[in-house]
């Protein structure tokens, strides 16, 4: 079965630091490009970072310089290192499959799979 | 960066109501663009890629058009099912990017 379970959230007071993972299973996450969105209390869905097949990453403005995203391609698994963490950061963090790599062709793609989502509260 | 403008932000409707949803990006996006619904507590689903194709096991009362600025997403025939807030997305860029989102009400 196709899918991204997310984990590493929790409760996390300002300044500190967290690592989200989100482990894949039915494809390969070095083989897509690979993103974080979250969902502020209130707000709607901001994409945050992505991963792209070769390894080129970006970044929202929001949390450049900030955030970091990497992956293990041994243990399939996604990761959003945050840093500096303040509580605007407070969300539901949702990691999510979009665009592929296949014979050496990359195509871009939406969002077809996403995690279930792992929250994160930033406060003392 | 690309910002993605959606209109109206809430939408009350009737059910059996045909219901449009707007998308206006800041620069052209080509083609690829897409619409997610989110219901509270769930992940979010893809329903419509690359402005115009139904994803597999989405209603086809679903349905969206557009390309370069201006997208649409229409629900033919409106379901209780249905509320939910819907997002548009633009994957043309490096830097994705959403609206802020349309929450769909039933009356």
């Known amino acids: 079965e196709v899918q991204l379970v997310e984990s590493g959230g929790g409760l996390i007071q300002p300044g500190g630091s967290l690592r989200l993972s989100c482990a894949a299973s039915g494809f390969t996450v070095s083989s897509n490009y690979m993103s974080w969105v979250r969902q502020a209390p209130g707000k709607g869905l901001e994409w945050v970072s992505i991963i792209y097949s070769g390894g080129s990453t970006y970044y929202a403005d929001s949390v450049k310089g900030q955030f970091t995203i990497s992956r293990d391609n041994s243990k399939n698994t996604l990761y959003l290192q945050m840093n500096s963490l303040r509580a605007e950061d407070s969300a539901v963090y949702y990691c999510a499959r979009g665009g592929y790599c296949s014979g050496g062709i990359c195509y871009r793609a939406a969002f077809d799979i996403w995690g279930q989502g792992t929250v994160v509260t930033v406060s003392s | 960066d690309i910002q993605m403008t959606q209109s109206p932000s809430t939408l009350s409707a009737s059910v059996g109501d045909r219901v449009t949803i707007t998308c206006r990006a800041s620069?052209?996006?080509?083609?690829?663009l897409a619409w997610y619904q989110h219901k509270p507590g769930r992940a979010p689903k893809l329903l419509i890629y690359?402005?115009?194709s139904l994803e597999s096991g989405v209603p086809s009362r679903f349905s969206g058009s557009g390309s370069g600025t201006e997208f649409s997403l229409t629900i033919s025939s409106l379901q209780p099912g249905d509320v939910a807030t819907y997002y548009c997305q633009q994957y043309n860029s490096f830097w994705y990017s959403f609206g802020q989102g349309t929450k769909l009400e039933i009356k």
């Open positions: 690359k402005a115009s």
């Open positions: 620069q052209s996006v080509s083609n690829w």
